[in-house]
């Protein structure tokens, strides 16, 4: 039997806002249109983006950059991505045009009233205008204008609707790189990250649902890389195989909405396969309000020790659930849950 070949990589929408951006403002500040640019992500890479829409009008330039998701099944894959720039006072500022989504409720990332532009992809936009400006001898005070023709239609297919962000989609991405897996694919990467922990006689490994809470929890523990175990969404498919395949100890960590769901039941995190119970989440905080928040971090606004009350029920829940290993040892657990910027809200061992 042949080998699958490797699922290709692809590019957030953030990344493609930041090579639009560079694209544009390269030809508002007197130079040609590139055919390509290139730029640098949150971990060095750099990658090159082709450019597929040029415009310029008295004052403004803008750029365009077709998302390329890979084999990631993205609802953005093949969104023309644009960036319009024009010269303003007072540093970078942000605005949604047609297809980017408006925030209108609490809880995310940005504030109600702001484009749906995360901070990252933000900070590379801007990191982007100050390094232009400063080869440029220009003032980096830019407005940066993202549109996504289509973005409204698209946005029906997400969550953004039933989180308050209305007219479009977001301008999202962590690492600027979309990483594909099949479902298959990823649980087996699980797998053989416990068989090689296992083989290196570790007695302590962890399983993160992202970039942040691994690096926290790396950190706490002082773990190494052989024991961070890329379980992502995939809760069920760590903890199910750690049963027949035991480590005595195992931190599980995470931002508050994925570990809340881990703690009602949930194994498999996606955001379209499971989702937070807030009247439940209500009850167990003992803050009626909570019941009508929109998103977990707006709960943890509300009621301070939420990050801890998540973090116990869940250490509940995942010890009586899957702390009895098939060979009859006892699995440790801890959780640890953080928010957005990986301040720990809460520990539970």
């Known amino acids: 039997m042949s080998t699958p070949a490797p699922l290709r990589r692809g590019w957030t929408t953030g990344a493609c806002a930041t090579a639009a951006t560079r694209a544009a403002l390269l030809r508002l500040w007197g130079g040609d249109w590139p055919e390509t640019v290139s730029i640098t992500l949150p971990r060095g890479e750099r990658p090159v983006f082709a450019v597929a829409h040029r415009a310029e009008g008295p004052g403004w330039a803008e750029a365009g950059i077709v998302k390329d998701a890979g084999d990631d099944p993205d609802v953005t894959h093949g969104a023309l991505i644009v960036a319009r720039v024009r010269e303003a006072a007072g540093g970078v500022s942000f605005r949604a045009g047609e297809g980017v989504g408006m925030v209108t409720k609490p809880g995310l990332p940005v504030p109600p009233g702001e484009p749906a532009i995360n901070p990252v992809p933000r900070a590379m936009m801007e990191e982007a205008v100050v390094e232009i400006a400063a080869d440029l001898a220009r003032a980096p005070d830019v407005e940066i204008t993202i549109s996504v023709p289509g973005g409204a239609a698209l946005a029906e297919r997400t969550w953004n609707p039933r989180l308050g962000i ?108 499971s989702q937070v119970d807030f009247a439940a989440l209500a009850t167990l905080s003992g803050v ?62």
């Open 166 to 273: 209305t007219g479009g989609i977001s301008i999202l991405g962590t690492t600027g790189i979309v990483r594909p897996f099949s479902c298959a694919a990823w649980i087996a990467s699980i797998h053989r990250g416990v068989d090689v922990a296992r083989a290196a006689g570790l007695s302590h490994v962890a399983g993160c649902t992202g970039a942040t809470s691994e690096r926290v929890v790396q950190a706490l523990h002082r773990l190494p890389d052989h024991a961070m175990l890329d379980m992502g969404d995939f809760a069920g498919g760590l903890l199910k195989y750690l049963v027949k395949h035991p480590v005595p100890r195992v931190t599980i960590g995470g931002g508050i909405g994925k570990i809340t769901k881990l703690a009602q039941g949930a194994v498999d995190l996606h955001s379209a396969r």
């Open 288 to 349: 009626a309000d909570i019941a009508g928040a929109n998103t977990a971090l707006e709960a943890a606004r509300l009621a301070p020790d939420l990050g801890q009350r998540v973090a116990e029920a869940a250490l509940a829940r995942l010890s009586e659930r899957f702390g009895n290993a098939a060979d009859g040892s006892r699995i440790a657990f801890d959780v640890v849950v953080i928010d957005r910027g990986g301040a720990v809200l809460g520990r539970a061992s």
